[in-house]
């Protein structure tokens, strides 16, 4: 039977590959973020642009000691085991260097591709649940509502079997996701409030000692740190619509923030005219040591793996930018 994986080590710090970045930099991108320090890279999967397993699989196979992260795979894309067959494959080409996030995704994509549930919540309980024992060499459970895999078996799996993350928010998601996942994916600007906040949902129903907890910042590094704040501002629009109240209600001020976003017009003029200190709290931005604080303080706050956005432009090029904030960097 294979060993389950390795307790998360703290203090891991991870970069993402932007969904748009041009095929033809995606193998420098992941080597060079090799090269400058980063520990991880986390790969997206949004409906439209590129497959999240296919692009793992060139990064694990582009790169040496880099961990890639997969984050999200939507669980009613893929039947689950036919997706446990091509994720175990992975862990066995590379043992120990895999993070698979699933996710409900979004409602909109999953209705066009014809696969949204009447019951999200009960879809990646089942799905995670199946993926899993499927992943350890167990046999599938027995049938439910949307997961059938009753009695499949694996007969090639990985030694080391890859820690699966969910990719929730709200209370009643988090606290699935102690149940039947290794730990969160904190797909949104990831205060360290928040953070601890979602740690005591999922430590409700935590089924692992020690979950992993992976956030996704907006992130900017420089001298100037006006230019930083101002590149990361666009990243933070959709903050305060509906559907937020989860996300908003930890931090310190909540009550302020949706105030001012309800008197602003839309999204783009509160993210451009928000104060500056909300700003640095929702994101990693700011001169190397601003940056590197807020990347320490997430850690701190519970998270086992703090993954930079790049914002701007040019992610290829903030590469460098960005590696001034790593906190092993003096």
Request: with cysteine; charged share 20%.
């Amino acid at each position: 039977m294979p060993e389950p994986h390795a307790q998360p080590a703290r203090g891991r710090t991870g970069i993402m590959l932007p969904r748009d970045l041009p095929a033809r930099d995606v193998l420098p991108y992941a080597r060079r973020a090799e090269e400058l320090g980063f520990e991880q890279v986390w790969v997206v999967e949004d409906l439209g642009w590129r497959g999240g397993i296919a692009q793992a699989a060139t990064v694990l196979a582009a790169t040496t000691n880099l961990t890639v992260g997969v984050g999200i795979l939507p669980a009613g894309a893929r039947n689950v085991c036919f997706a446990a067959m091509e994720l175990a494959t992975l862990a066995q080409f590379h043992p120990g260097r895999l993070i698979i996030g699933i996710g409900h995704g979004m409602p909109d994509w999953m209705r066009q591709a014809g696969s949204w549930p009447a019951s999200p919540l009960t879809l990646i309980k089942e799905y995670t649940s199946a993926l899993r024992r499927l992943l350890a060499g167990e046999p599938g459970p027995a049938n439910g509502r949307y997961v059938r895999c009753e009695g499949v078996v694996l007969t090639e799996t990985p030694d080391s079997v890859p820690p699966v993350v969910l990719g929730v928010r709200g209370p009643r998601s988090q606290e699935a996701a102690g149940e039947v996942a290794d730990g969160l994916l904190l797909a949104e600007p990831a205060a360290p409030a928040y953070i601890t906040a979602s740690l005591h949902h999922l430590g409700a129903t935590a089924t692992t000692e020690h979950p992993e907890i992976v956030t996704y910042d907006a992130a900017a590094v420089g001298d100037d740190e006006e230019a930083t704040l101002a590149r990361v501002r666009a990243g933070l629009e959709a903050i305060g619509e509906p559907g937020w109240a989860a996300h908003l209600d930890p931090l310190p001020f909540a009550a302020e923030l949706r105030a001012y976003r309800a008197a602003c017009s839309d999204g783009r003029e509160f993210a451009r005219t928000m104060p500056a200190a909300w700003v640095r709290e929702l994101s990693i931005a700011g001169t190397p040591d601003q940056a590197r604080a807020a990347i320490t303080a997430r850690h701190a706050a519970g998270a086992t793996s703090v993954v930079l956005a790049p914002a701007g432009p040019d992610a290829l090029a903030s590469l460098n930018s960005l590696a001034r904030a790593l906190p092993h960097r003096p």
